[in-house]
C-alpha cells in the first residue's frame, strides 16, 4: 500500500540513510501519482495477496495501513513475510485487544469496502509462524471506530525480525 509514495520521504527522514525504494499498490490511480511524484523510484501495480517477488529478496518489507482493508489479511501477512529478507513492519494495524478479529463494511470512493480490525493475539500468532520475532511495538494514530464496535482497540505498528 505505497499510495502516492509518501513512505519513501517518510522512511529517508527516519533512517537518514539511502536504501533502494520499492513501492506496490493495488491501484492504478496511487501507482499513477506515485511515478509522477517520484519519477526517481520504482513503483509496481499488484496485489498484497500474491506480491510479485521472490522469496527473501527485500530486506526491510514496510506494510503501510494494508491489513485492515484485505479480508484476506492473513494470505497478506504470509506474503509480506515471505519476500522479507530480515525485517517487516506491519504500520498502524488496528487491532482487537482483547477478543477475536472483527469485520466491518464502509462507504469508500463510491463503493462498500471491508474493514477489518484483526484480534491482537492472532495477528501476533501469525507473524511468529512465519518465523519472526516482534522486536517493537510502537502505539499509532488511534483507529477511530465511534460507537460501531464494543471492543478495546489499539493502532499498533510493529517491527518484526527473522529468527
Not at 527522514?13 to 511524484?37: P, Q, V
Request: aromatic share 14%.
Amino acid at each position: 500500500g505505497c499510495g502516492n509514495g509518501y513512505y519513501s520521504e517518510i522512511l529517508l527522514y527516519l533512517t537518514s540513510f539511502y536504501f533502494w525504494y520499492i513501492g506496490l499498490d493495488f491501484s492504478k490511480a496511487m501507482i499513477d501519482s506515485a511515478s509522477a511524484r517520484y519519477p526517481d523510484l520504482s513503483f509496481l501495480q499488484g496485489s498484497a495477496l500474491e506480491i510479485p517477488m521472490g522469496n527473501k529478496s527485500i530486506d526491510i518489507v514496510w506494510s503501510g495501513t494494508v491489513l485492515m482493508h484485505l479480508l484476506d489479511y492473513r494470505k497478506a501477512i504470509t506474503e509480506a513475510c515471505r519476500i522479507a529478507r530480515r525485517f517487516c513492519v506491519f504500520h498502524s494495524t488496528p487491532l482487537v485487544i482483547y477478543g477475536s478479529t472483527m469485520y466491518l463494511k464502509k462507504k469508500a470512493y463510491g463503493a462498500i469496502v471491508p474493514e477489518v480490525l484483526i484480534a491482537k493475539d492472532e495477528f501476533e500468532n501469525l507473524v511468529r509462524q512465519q518465523g519472526f520475532k516482534i522486536n517493537h511495538i510502537l502505539e499509532s494514530l488511534p483507529y477511530q471506530a465511534g460507537n460501531l464496535v464494543d471492543a478495546e482497540l489499539a493502532t499498533l505498528t510493529y517491527v518484526c525480525e527473522r529468527v
